[in-house]
DNA sequence: ATAGTTGTAATCAAAATGATTACAACTATA
DNA sequence: TATAGTTGTAATCATTTTGATTACAACTAT
């Protein structure tokens, strides 16, 4: 199964919030227009991002803005903000039996190189930040 | 969403047949009540490792057996075999707005970040064997 | 006061997963 | 060669997750 699209959703708002927030007043709506989903994917996209410190968003009269330096914000932190993957991104089948030699070891045999691989894709993540997505961005705008 | 427990489950298969493989006839009904799942889901487990090559099925008489060294399998091959993830780890929304400076360039800036990722994932599940497994199981029984 | 928003709950359909039933095809062996 | 034990696979089913959508109370700038 996949990582849920709510990653690239997230980084997509972020990005457009850079982009245009200038120009516009970032709502749910036109955000939701840029990105194709339904406004209150993304309503709940910015509430994540907002309980996680990275943007602000005005009940009421509208408009979301990045509260926190695009250097100091890397993939990693969406990812978590939006909840891609809850703890393990490996599911492990549940009762493996304890009185079998490989059912009593299997955890303690796998679950270190789970851990490992699942560390090195979050820190790739960790390596990436908004700052270098928006110079990206500026080269091709 | 998490990677499904397929993965863990053909681990815990293909250790089960190397540690138990020459004690027992390993059918599908004897695995499952190691991995404690339905005998259906390790005979399909037993199928895509067969047609990846790994193990061999005797059809009819029953059991499964290594034709492949173990040395020569990783935790990528495996993964690879059951199919965890059909080809990109991460979920893109379908369809940014291409009439948006954002939507336009989200794919240009954010793909290689992606699948620099998922690389990292993967060459880890790369630099671990079956045999390491073995040995570090061997220490544990 | 009002128009435009946000925040959030409630539903819904679609897709993926794993469990399970069922049964044809196959094979060792008695 | 008849049989018991298996595999291979299709078909269902319930559960979970996802994202779309409707609905509406709460909020705020004007």
Same mark, same amino acid.
């Given at each position: 199964?996949?990582? /849920?699209?709510?990653?690239?959703?997230?980084?997509?708002?972020?990005?457009?919030?850079?982009?245009?927030g200038?120009?516009?007043?970032?709502?749910?709506?036109f955000?939701?227009?840029?990105?194709?989903?339904?406004?209150?994917?993304?309503?709940?996209?910015?509430?994540?991002?907002?309980?996680?410190?990275?943007?602000?968003?005005?009940?009421?009269?509208?408009?979301?803005?990045?509260?926190?330096?695009?250097?100091?914000?890397?993939?990693?932190?969406?990812? /978590?903000?939006v909840?891609?993957?809850?703890?393990?991104?490996?599911?492990?089948?549940?009762?493996?039996?304890?009185?079998?030699?490989?059912?009593?070891?299997?955890?303690?045999?796998?679950? /270190?190189?789970?851990?490992?691989?699942?560390?090195?894709?979050?820190?790739?993540?960790?390596?990436?930040?908004?700052?270098?997505?928006?110079?990206?961005?500026?080269?091709?705008?």
């Open positions: 199964m996949k990582i /849920t699209s709510r990653f690239t959703v997230a980084v997509h708002t972020l990005l457009a919030i850079y982009v245009l200038k120009e516009y007043k970032m709502t749910s709506d955000i939701a227009s840029s990105v194709n989903v339904n406004p209150v994917v993304i309503r709940r996209t910015l509430s994540s991002l907002k309980a996680a410190g990275i943007i602000d968003v005005k009940a009421g009269s509208g408009g979301a803005a990045l509260i926190k330096d695009a250097d100091d914000i890397t993939l990693y932190d969406i990812y /978590t903000a909840d891609c993957v809850d703890g393990d991104l490996f599911n492990f089948h549940e009762n493996p039996n304890p009185e079998c030699p490989v059912g009593k070891n299997i955890h303690a045999v796998l679950d /270190t190189h789970l851990t490992d691989a699942q560390t090195a894709l979050e820190n790739e993540l960790k390596s990436v930040t908004l700052s270098d997505l928006m110079k990206q961005l500026n080269l091709l705008i």
